[in-house]
């Protein structure tokens, strides 16, 4: 069974780091792509843009122009899990992070949510003073 739990979401203070976690059980992270999404209050989840998104080969990432800069993927083959390291945190990146599994080893073009089959419960964010 596919599963994805996010974890390591919180309050934080603007200009603040966060580094959250995607544990992955029922496959293997060489075999597909992982992207992390994000759902901003009043918004839709699945139709959006991935935020960031690491291919299974050779750790291929990609970003979206917003993120580039404050933003990082990575991966622990060995643990299955995939973390998104956030710095610089502002009030707008309030929202739930999810993490979601697509169907091929490298990440679409264009990582839009409607294409990925899998998705994890999400993890909190809140950056506030």
């Known amino acids: 069974q596919v599963q994805l739990v996010e974890s390591g979401g919180g309050l934080v203070q603007p200009g603040g780091s966060l580094r959250l976690s995607c544990a992955a059980s029922g496959f293997t992270l060489d075999r597909y792509a992982i992207a992390w999404f994000r759902q901003s209050p009043g918004k839709e989840r699945e139709d959006g843009e991935a935020?960031?998104?690491?291919?299974?080969?050779?750790?291929?990432?990609y970003y979206s122009d917003s993120m580039k800069g404050r933003f990082a993927i990575s991966r622990d083959i060995d643990k299955n899990t995939v973390y998104l390291q956030m710095d610089s945190l502002k009030p707008e990146d309030t929202a739930v992070y999810y993490c979601?599994?697509?169907?091929?080893?490298?990440?679409?073009?264009?990582?839009?949510?409607?294409?990925?089959?899998?998705w994890g419960q999400g993890t909190q964010v809140s950056v506030s003073s």
């Open positions: 935020i960031s998104c690491i291919s299974s080969v050779n750790g291929i990432t």
């Open positions: 979601a599994r697509y169907g091929l080893k490298f990440c679409p073009s264009v990582p839009a949510g409607s294409l990925f089959s899998s």
